[in-house]
């Protein structure tokens, strides 16, 4: 998981404007008990002039689960898409891994597509059927069970791939108007986004247990999944 994490964090830091982003410090490192195992959850947020939220969040429970959880969530005055990880690993034996470059308008950006288009993608051999709420992805998400140390391997530096095309498009990228008809379809595409990744009932039955139903709902709906503010009120 930390190389995952260590290349996440290399990626970021080439944004020439990334920052903290303010959060409660509660919600940074969270600690609590899933029968009888120890749950830690780490978090970290950063903004940036493109993207409203950049969230890492790594979390172990006892001493065999590790799931990394990764969003870059853009402005909605951009014409970027929603970068997103998440991999799952048991006693170091990944499950689970998906990464996508998720639209926010009718179709990917064309320099975000033509770049993906270039892509050497590998043909894995377990391929995992997506949800029912998985119409937010697009036609380049990888969701896979890797059967090799090579299969893993290679899903790492698609990871670095799908991120190194985002960040490098949105160094070029400019605004449009904040009451941009083009602003408000992606505000509302991402609030959908946001919608769809809420009916994962899986993370919300983990949170539940461990702390509270109300305590994963403000947890799902502040730290994991919030929408931007102001777009449709404009």
Not at 36 to 56: A, P, T, V, Y
Not at 189 to 214: E, G, H, I, M
Not at 220 to 233: A, E, Q, S, T
Request: hydrophobic residues 40%; charged residues 25%; proline residues 6%.
């Amino acid at each position: 998981m930390e190389s995952v994490a260590d290349r996440i964090r290399h990626r970021s830091s080439c944004l020439p404007d990334l920052r903290l982003l303010d959060l409660d410090p509660k919600l940074k490192k969270i600690y609590g008990k899933l029968a009888g195992d120890d749950l830690f959850i780490i978090n970290e947020f950063h903004q940036s002039r493109c993207f409203r939220k950049i969230h890492l969040e790594i979390a172990r429970i006892g001493s065999t689960l590790e799931i990394l959880h990764c969003v870059f969530f853009p402005e909605p005055t951009f014409d970027l898409p929603i970068f997103g990880v998440d991999i799952v690993a048991t006693e170091g034996v990944v499950s689970a891994a998906i990464v996508d470059l998720s639209p926010v308008g009718e179709n990917l950006p064309s320099a975000i597509e033509g770049s993906l288009k270039k892509l050497n993608i590998p043909t894995f051999r377990n391929v995992r059927k997506l949800p029912e709420w998985g119409c937010i992805f697009s036609e380049y998400v990888q969701f896979i069970r890797p059967d090799s140390r090579f299969e893993a391997e290679s899903f790492l530096s698609l990871v670095d791939d799908y991120l190194n095309i985002l960040i490098s498009i949105s160094k070029s990228c400019e605004p449009d108007f904040f009451d941009s008809p083009l602003t408000i379809e992606r505000y509302a595409k991402q609030q959908f986004y946001c919608l769809q990744q809420k009916r994962n009932d899986k993370t919300r039955n983990v949170l539940a247990k461990t702390f509270s139903p109300q305590w994963a709902d403000e947890y799902i709906d502040i730290v994991l999944f919030n929408c931007p503010m102001g777009y449709l009120d404009s």
